[in-house]
């Protein structure tokens, strides 16, 4: 059984406030196969303010810097899209390579699909005597269902990173490896400390 007992706030896998653990069942086979912790209100909080922090600066990032982010994520995530699949298949009882195919590769076209429009989005536009300013608007908190797993984690990730906003994710607990390895994407994309966390739950 492998254990995934950490949470990802502010840059760094921490252990949780107060250890509480769920085990996570293949329901092909009725078997737990993994486990996680399960936050406390104190984890959240220190994951919000983690996001907060954050938003100070990421909230003022231009375009420029929040597509190169986008895209460092779209690669490390094609790397990764084998770990996703099987994740995603053990937790939700895909088989593989729907998961690859279907799970997986939504997840990827919605990422690709959020920088295209980052490149011509126009945050500023005059309409009629007024000047519209699209700002971010800070802290998003995520909530993903069990069964279209990726496809929810991305759409809402890649609108918030486009947009300059800071998060807290929390998966389903029923389906969490998928994002634990989400998490291990955007560390490895670099993308910077407190603009994404993740609570499990």
């Known amino acids: 059984m492998s254990h995934?007992?950490?949470f990802y706030i502010d840059g760094a896998w921490v252990d949780p406030v107060v250890p509480n653990t769920l085990d996570v069942i293949d329901p092909s086979n009725e078997d737990a196969f993994a486990q996680i912790s399960l936050g406390s209100k104190a984890d959240v909080d220190k994951?919000?303010?983690?996001?907060?922090?954050?938003?100070n600066t990421y909230g003022f990032t231009s375009v420029e810097e929040r597509l190169d982010i986008l895209n460092r994520v779209i690669e490390v995530y094609k790397k990764r899209s084998k770990d996703l699949a099987l994740a995603v298949s053990r937790e939700m009882g895909a088989p593989r390579q729907m998961a690859l195919d279907s799970q997986v590769g939504v997840g990827l076209a919605h990422l690709q699909k959020m920088a295209e429009t980052l490149?011509?989005?126009?945050?500023?536009?005059v309409k009629g005597n007024h000047l519209v300013v699209?700002?971010?608007?800070?802290v998003v908190g995520l909530i993903t269902p069990w069964n279209w797993p990726l496809n929810q984690i991305t759409c809402k990730v890649?609108?918030?990173l486009a947009a300059g906003c800071t998060m807290v994710l929390k998966p389903s607990e029923i389906a969490p490896?998928?994002?634990?390895?989400?998490?291990?994407?955007i560390d490895e994309a670099g993308v910077p400390k407190g603009v994404f966390n993740l609570v499990n739950g």
């Open 4 to 6: 995934n007992l950490q």
């Open 47 to 55: 994951a919000v303010a983690a996001a907060k922090r954050a938003f």
């Open 119 to 125: 490149k011509t989005f126009q945050f500023r536009h």
């Open 134 to 138: 699209k700002e971010p608007i800070g």
């Open 158 to 160: 890649g609108p918030a």
């Open 177 to 185: 490896l998928d994002a634990i390895i989400f998490a291990e994407i």
